[in-house]
């Protein structure tokens, strides 16, 4: 019996699907492990989604046919149950168990920037603020936003206007949103639930400006959750998705809060007004790197797995047309085309999975060394991060439209989960900062490293390479050549060293010819966003490919991550084969060898397409679709999901209102 299921009951498969699992080349048991990280925690991840799945609280029974007010009611129930399961159950929300409790839940929680707030404090505040605050908030006693985006700004954050004004005679900070734009827009669970914000603000002493710095202000009452005086307060009203969410506005007239609310730990105004900074400027933006690092793994890769899953399984039971003449209609999977779309964008979850184990690795040791002092390796955090993030939320949005179109006209169905997935993941491309200013953070590191390097400084690990010459010319001589990781990776680093070092010569260029540096860097902008693509693609690609050559794993199993990776690199070099022909690394006769390359793969993996998303291991509940369920019964669950709407047990008021007039005028004549 499969884990997930309660009972033995209806677990006939499709036929179709079944002989997709026949015969598997390798064990998907071992290879869930392996995503895991051990047989034990994908033990623990089963224990925790079933424990979850049981519940009939969080049950997601008729989930397409709810209301925005019950999705929200039903998101906010969720959590505070859930609080007191942990609790009961004695996890651990920061421990083994917490890392599956959100995938668990697939999201249908509120409070999610609550848990922001808490990381504000417990990495920005003082032993004393972590000590006054973070209990309440733990305990839910108050319930916390971030409130950073306003309605004129977002990503740039110098660019934000509420301020936070030092009065030294009252020891207070003066909180006021001067205008419209500085209106706090968008911050989730501010709408209707929170009872304090995290603001961030331009702080202000002795009419100088001190820049951005987080301020804890109450903006509910704790008795009747009622507005504070001077706060102006509410939801922003219906979006494109995330119906369960009450993203608000806020405006702040005259707020007073003790100095005591300023977060200190590494930046503080002594009593007499004298700012002292402690560590690196970037520190503030350090919560958003946090952010950024959880939601790769737990909201963005989570949506392409969960596509990818549903796309290939519906892909190997929905037939259509005919191939051979005479013959049975063919599995759609069959067809090269559908190969093509949606078998690269698998790979892709392999990559991007083996990417985020790195970017986590990184962040804990960036994370430990701030805690001891040590800045050092902060910007290289960020970068990588700001690339990383701008690089897979784009890649895995268009990835699962293509996953939806694939399926055909059910893709377009909420029953087939892929429109809430897309409408979802697509809202990661602006949130916790926009993907082309995110980039150009990203290159604003690659050039400075650029330059750096070009001056014989040493460089950070992520961008030695820049150190080295611009390889030459590729030498593939035949298609197998470009199944060999060291040719690709080469291609990908010659790509992303051109890139940089063209976009570094253009600006210096421009400003020797007399260009101001901002508009010199506004003029190359378009390269530099192209240059971080390039940096960021090669470092996946690089990732992937070590870790498939250092695997201990079954032989079966490294074959096949090791196909993956060759996919996935072949893929980028085909769909963007004018980056790699531009100067000469690659030749047209080249560009053929990887075509016959890239193409012979999809043969190779479609025969394990299935099993290596079933290796994903997601709970038809977790699915929430009908296409993608395991047991591949399609057109029996669309016909169940379709006569459970509510609307089909109701009488017609639009008979009675509209139609019935028109359609009795002449019923005698009939």
Same mark, same amino acid.
């Given at each position: 019996? /499969?884990?997930?299921?309660?009972?033995?009951?209806?677990? !006939?498969?499709? +036929?179709?699907?079944?002989?997709? *699992?026949?015969?598997?080349?390798?064990?998907?048991?071992?290879?869930?492990?392996?995503?895991?990280?051990?047989?034990?925690?994908?033990?623990? %991840?089963?224990?925790?989604?079933?424990?979850?799945?049981?519940?009939?609280?969080?049950? *997601?029974?008729?989930?397409?046919?709810?209301?925005?007010?019950?999705?929200?009611?039903? $998101?906010?129930?969720?959590?505070?149950?859930?609080?007191?399961?942990?609790?009961?159950?004695?996890?651990?929300?920061?421990?083994?168990?917490?890392?599956?409790?959100?995938?668990?839940?697939?999201?249908?929680?509120?409070?999610?920037?609550?848990?922001?707030?808490?990381?504000?404090?417990?990495?920005?505040? &003082?032993?004393?603020?972590?000590?006054?605050?973070?209990?309440?908030?733990?305990?839910?006693?108050?319930?916390?936003?971030?409130?950073?985006?306003?309605?004129?700004?977002?990503?740039?954050?110098?660019?934000?206007?509420?301020?936070?004004?030092?009065?030294?005679?009252? #020891?207070?900070?003066?909180?006021?949103?001067?205008?419209?734009?500085?209106?706090?827009?968008?911050?989730?669970?501010?709408?209707?639930?929170?009872?304090?914000?995290?603001?961030?603000?331009?702080?202000? /002493?002795?009419?100088?400006?001190?820049?951005?710095?987080?301020?804890?202000?109450?903006?509910?009452?704790?008795?009747?959750?009622?507005?504070?005086?001077?706060?102006?307060?509410?939801?922003?009203? +219906?979006?494109?998705?995330?119906?369960?969410?009450?993203?608000?506005?806020?405006?702040?007239?005259?707020?007073?809060?003790?100095?005591?609310?300023?977060?200190? *730990?590494?930046?503080?105004?002594?009593? !007499? =007004?004298?700012?002292?900074?402690?560590?690196?400027?970037?520190?503030?933006?350090? &919560?958003?790197?946090?952010?950024?690092?959880?939601?790769?793994?737990?909201?963005?890769?989570?949506?392409?797995?969960?596509?990818?899953?549903?796309?290939? %399984?519906?892909?190997?039971?929905?037939?259509?047309?005919?191939?051979?003449?005479?013959?049975?209609?063919?599995?759609?999977?069959?067809?090269?085309?559908?190969?093509?779309?949606?078998?690269?964008?698998?790979?892709?979850?392999?990559?991007?999975?083996?990417?985020?184990?790195?970017?986590?690795?990184?962040? @804990?040791?960036?994370?430990?060394?701030?805690?001891?002092?040590?800045?050092?390796?902060?910007?290289?955090?960020?970068?990588?991060?700001?690339?990383?993030?701008?690089?897979?939320?784009?890649?895995?949005?268009?990835?699962?439209?293509?996953?939806?179109?694939?399926?055909?006209?059910?893709?377009?169905?909420?029953?087939?989960?892929?429109?809430?997935?897309?409408?979802?993941?697509?809202?990661?491309?602006?949130?916790?900062?926009?993907?082309?200013?995110?980039?150009? #953070?990203?290159? %604003?590191?690659?050039?400075?490293?650029?330059?750096?390097?070009?001056?014989? #400084?040493?460089? +950070?690990?992520?961008?030695?390479?820049?150190?080295?010459?611009?390889?030459?010319?590729?030498? $593939?001589?035949?298609?197998?050549?470009?199944?060999?990781?060291?040719?690709? /990776?080469?291609?990908?680093?010659?790509?992303?060293?051109?890139?940089?070092?063209?976009?570094?010569?253009?600006?210096?260029?421009?400003?020797?010819? =007399?260009?101001?540096?901002?508009?010199?860097?506004?003029?190359?902008?378009?390269?530099?966003?192209?240059?971080?693509?390039?940096?960021?693609?090669?470092?996946?690609?690089?990732?992937? $490919?070590?870790?498939?050559?250092?695997?201990?794993?079954? +032989?079966?199993?490294?074959?096949?991550?090791?196909?993956?990776?060759?996919?996935?690199?072949?893929?980028?070099?085909?769909?963007?084969?004018?980056?790699?022909?531009?100067?000469?690394?690659?030749?047209?006769?080249?560009?053929?060898?990887?075509?016959?390359?890239?193409?012979?793969?999809?043969?190779?993996?479609?025969?394990?397409?299935?099993?290596?998303?079933?290796?994903?291991?997601?709970? @038809?509940?977790?699915?929430?679709? $009908?296409?993608?369920?395991?047991?591949?019964?399609?057109?029996?669950?669309?016909?169940?999901?379709?006569?459970?709407?509510?609307?089909?047990?109701?009488?017609?008021?639009?008979?009675?209102?509209?139609?019935?007039?028109?359609?009795?005028?002449?019923?005698?004549?009939?």
């Amino acid at each position: 019996m /499969i884990w997930w299921r309660t009972s033995s009951a209806d677990t !006939d498969v499709n +036929p179709d699907l079944a002989s997709e *699992r026949a015969f598997p080349s390798f064990c998907v048991e071992t290879l869930t492990n392996l995503l895991d990280g051990s047989v034990d925690k994908t033990r623990l %991840r089963r224990y925790v989604v079933s424990t979850i799945l049981k519940d009939p609280v969080f049950s *997601r029974e008729g989930h397409y046919f709810k209301t925005r007010q019950e999705r929200y009611e039903g $998101a906010v129930r969720n959590i505070l149950h859930l609080k007191q399961k942990i609790k009961e159950l004695g996890w651990l929300e920061d421990g083994p168990e917490g890392e599956f409790i959100y995938r668990a839940m697939g999201g249908e929680v509120a409070l999610n920037i609550h848990g922001v707030f808490v990381k504000s404090i417990s990495a920005l505040g &003082t032993d004393e603020q972590i000590a006054k605050w973070l209990p309440l908030a733990n305990n839910c006693n108050i319930l916390g936003t971030y409130a950073q985006t306003e309605l004129g700004h977002g990503t740039y954050l110098r660019g934000l206007e509420t301020t936070a004004t030092f009065d030294i005679s009252n #020891q207070q900070f003066i909180i006021n949103t001067p205008r419209i734009t500085a209106t706090k827009w968008w911050p989730g669970d501010l709408g209707k639930t929170c009872t304090h914000a995290m603001v961030l603000a331009q702080l202000i /002493i002795k009419q100088k400006n001190y820049g951005m710095h987080l301020f804890i202000v109450q903006v509910r009452s704790l008795k009747d959750h009622s507005p504070m005086p001077g706060i102006t307060v509410g939801d922003i009203g +219906p979006k494109m998705s995330f119906e369960h969410i009450d993203n608000g506005f806020l405006m702040m007239r005259n707020i007073r809060v003790p100095k005591e609310n300023m977060l200190s *730990r590494f930046s503080e105004v002594l009593p !007499d =007004g004298t700012y002292v900074k402690r560590g690196s400027d970037k520190i503030n933006y350090f &919560t958003m790197v946090a952010v950024r690092v959880s939601m790769l793994r737990q909201e963005v890769l989570e949506a392409l797995m969960k596509a990818c899953t549903i796309s290939i %399984r519906y892909a190997a039971v929905r037939r259509q047309s005919e191939l051979k003449p005479g013959d049975r209609e063919p599995k759609i999977l069959e067809y090269q085309t559908q190969q093509q779309k949606l078998l690269p964008l698998l790979a892709t979850c392999y990559a991007i999975h083996y990417t985020v184990c790195h970017v986590n690795k990184v962040y @804990d040791e960036v994370c430990g060394a701030i805690q001891a002092g040590n800045f050092d390796s902060l910007p290289e955090l960020h970068a990588l991060v700001s690339g990383m993030k701008a690089y897979a939320t784009e890649t895995c949005s268009n990835g699962i439209e293509v996953c939806r179109k694939a399926c055909g006209g059910h893709g377009y169905s909420l029953f087939s989960g892929l429109p809430s997935l897309y409408t979802k993941v697509t809202a990661s491309c602006t949130y916790e900062g926009e993907n082309t200013v995110l980039h150009l #953070q990203a290159a %604003r590191f690659l050039i400075k490293c650029y330059a750096a390097a070009q001056s014989g #400084q040493s460089l +950070p690990q992520s961008v030695a390479y820049l150190s080295s010459p611009i390889s030459g010319v590729c030498q $593939a001589t035949s298609h197998t050549d470009f199944l060999n990781p060291e040719v690709y /990776i080469k291609a990908y680093q010659h790509r992303a060293h051109r890139l940089i070092a063209s976009a570094a010569f253009k600006m210096r260029n421009l400003v020797q010819f =007399g260009m101001e540096q901002y508009d010199a860097w506004n003029s190359t902008s378009v390269e530099l966003v192209k240059a971080s693509i390039a940096h960021s693609h090669y470092i996946i690609v690089k990732l992937f $490919a070590d870790v498939t050559g250092s695997l201990s794993s079954s +032989p079966e199993i490294k074959k096949l991550l090791k196909s993956l990776c060759d996919l996935h690199a072949l893929h980028g070099i085909f769909t963007s084969s004018g980056d790699f022909l531009q100067d000469g690394h690659l030749s047209g006769h080249q560009l053929e060898m990887v075509t016959e390359a890239y193409l012979s793969l999809l043969t190779l993996i479609r025969r394990d397409a299935v099993l290596l998303v079933d290796a994903f291991d997601y709970a @038809d509940q977790q699915l929430l679709s $009908a296409l993608g369920s395991y047991d591949g019964n399609v057109y029996h669950n669309l016909l169940e999901c379709a006569q459970k709407n509510p609307d089909n047990k109701k009488v017609n008021a639009v008979f009675e209102n509209y139609l019935k007039p028109h359609l009795q005028s002449n019923i005698s004549k009939l």
